[in-house]
């Protein structure tokens, strides 16, 4: 079935498909948002798959250990068949741009478009944050320090040792030698704080952590991304990446989800079928994300107690399989058992029990 695809947006996933583009019947056009705010670059971290093999060649550095911190304990995990990456999200769209330009794909300003007809049209601007929604946002900084501090060889993917009176907080640091790292300060909690706060939660961590105080920043980021079931962002029009459900709802990592959720609608409409763009995670994982969404929300302070007990509890391919969707019902029920019990049991009954309304009297 051949129809031209228009889909709004140029970020991660639009240009992800146009990359793709010479695979589809159709041309392929994507419309640049007017009310988009800047393209910024981030690091972007991801576990290796055979989907992701394009993004692995450009990764700026891959470590196959990573740890989980809490005060009390730490786990280290490892993986020789599926490492931790980073790459820039700027080497990525670059990329894309490149075999879109190839394939013939147009990139024009939404002042300039208007919807052809027949066009199958799909949208990636961003989902609708509804109030309450919980929020993964942080700050980081890519550091070279004058001393050797860092062990390139372990990724800390979640060091909770730092103030946890914000929500679940931890820092999250990429060490790129023994003098570079990327160090994020990361909470999850319904409302953002000062960006002095994270700044200074990173120079605490560095200063008692790992000695370090004197350092040059090279890079800076931040952001915020959402989590949870969100609505899109025009519910007439059929979305994709963030916007179609891509983003792993209890973590935020969406790059492999992007990615699957491009390559099955691709392989569908190779076998004949009208393009679309279907979420690309189990129903069973988004239930368990929602769970652990709603004791995170609720009870903050078990995160810490969560994550290093799921880490404790499986192994590193267990645990990459867990977060990318793969995980057997062996390894769910692993993740099931370490879970802290009380919080959880009263998050379940949240999810199959629905809260009463209550209906207040109208007062004349
Ligand atoms: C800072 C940050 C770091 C991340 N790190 C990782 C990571 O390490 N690993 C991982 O797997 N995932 C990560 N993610 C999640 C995910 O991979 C990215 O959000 C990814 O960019 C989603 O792709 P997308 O195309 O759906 O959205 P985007 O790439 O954000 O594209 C959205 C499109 O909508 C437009 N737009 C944005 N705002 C508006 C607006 N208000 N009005 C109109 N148009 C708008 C943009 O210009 C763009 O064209 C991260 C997300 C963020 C925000």
Request: positive net charge; hydrophobic residues 40%; charged residues 20%.
């Amino acid at each position: 079935m051949s129809h031209d695809i228009e889909i709004i947006g140029d970020g991660c996933a639009a240009l992800s498909f146009a990359a793709r583009a010479s695979e589809v019947k159709g041309s392929v056009t994507l419309i640049k948002p007017t009310k988009a705010p800047p393209a910024k670059d981030h690091v972007w971290g991801f576990w290796s798959d055979p989907i992701l093999q394009g993004a692995q060649k450009m990764a700026k550095q891959t470590w196959n250990k990573w740890a989980v911190i809490t005060h009390n304990e730490c786990a280290v995990l490892e993986s020789k068949a599926k490492p931790y990456n980073a790459f820039k999200r700027s080497d990525w769209t670059k990329h894309c741009q490149q075999l879109a330009e190839l394939s013939g794909v147009k990139i024009i300003d939404e002042q300039d478009w208007q919807q052809s007809s027949d066009s199958l049209l799909f949208d990636t601007r961003p989902p609708i944050v509804p109030d309450g929604c919980v929020l993964q946002h942080f700050r980081g900084i890519e550091i070279t320090t004058t001393e050797q501090k860092f062990d390139p060889n372990i990724a800390i993917l979640m060091d909770f040792r730092v103030d946890q009176s914000k929500g679940m907080h931890f820092m999250y640091l990429l060490p790129y030698s023994e003098t570079e790292a990327l160090v994020e300060s990361t909470i999850f909690s319904t409302t953002l704080v000062d960006e002095q706060y994270y700044l200074d939660s990173i120079n605490k961590y560095l200063a008692k952590y790992y000695q370090v105080t004197d350092y040059t920043i090279s890079h800076e980021e931040n952001g915020v991304i959402p989590l949870g079931n969100l609505s899109p962002h025009d519910a007439k029009i059929p979305g994709l990446g963030a916007n179609g459900g891509a983003t792993r709802p209890a973590s935020g990592y969406a790059f492999l989800f992007i990615q699957r959720q491009i390559n099955a609608a691709i392989e569908q409409a190779k076998r004949g079928k009208q393009l679309s763009f279907t979420n690309p995670h189990k129903r069973l994982d988004l239930w368990m994300d929602s769970v652990l969404l709603t004791v995170l929300k609720q009870w903050p302070e078990q995160g810490p107690r969560m994550f290093i007990r799921m880490a404790k509890a499986l192994n590193g391919d267990q645990f990459v399989n867990f977060l990318s969707g793969d995980a057997g019902y062996w390894t769910r029920l692993k993740v099931i058992l370490a879970m802290p019990k009380w919080p959880f049991i009263k998050a379940v009954t949240r999810h199959i029990i629905p809260s009463r309304k209550v209906t207040k009297p109208v007062v004349a």
